[in-house]
């Protein structure tokens, strides 16, 4: 089994910025692609960015193109996602996901799924 843990979420104004983290579990995590999602409430669950297993390929969702990063180091288990230009759109709760073979860019591809961090930014 994968397990991941995010942390990071909280509340900030509109303009700041969060740093989101999942940590991961098995240490093979490099063996996985990964991938953020988010859900705000009533809506359906929104792809955020992916990362294949080295870090060498990167996709965003259109809402977050050019003010979110995703990032990941495999030497520590951990899957990042910088956010700036907060804007009260971007609340959430945020899920980081893992795939065995799939490029997680849709929610069908991922295999595992972290608990969710709650990320509210206020006006």
């Known amino acids: 089994q994968v397990q991941l843990v995010e942390s990071g979420g909280g509340l900030v104004q509109a303009g700041g910025s969060l740093r989101l983290s999942c940590a991961a579990s098995?240490?093979?995590?490099?063996?996985?692609?990964s991938a953020w999602f988010r859900q705000a409430p009533g809506k359906d669950r929104e792809f955020v960015a992916a990362?294949?297993?080295?870090?060498?390929?990167?996709n965003y969702g259109n809402s977050v193109k050019g003010r979110f990063t995703i990032s990941r180091d495999n030497a520590k288990n951990t899957v990042y996602l910088q956010m700036n230009s907060l804007t009260p759109e971007d609340t959430a709760v945020y899920y980081c996901?893992?795939?065995?073979?799939?490029?997680?860019?849709?929610?069908?591809?991922?295999?595992?799924w972290g608990q969710g961090t709650q990320v509210t930014v206020s006006s």
């Open positions: 996901a893992a795939s065995i073979i799939r490029y997680p860019t849709v929610s069908t591809a991922c295999d595992y």
């Open positions: 098995p240490r093979t995590f490099s063996s996985y692609n």
């Open positions: 990362i294949s297993r080295s870090g060498g390929v990167t």
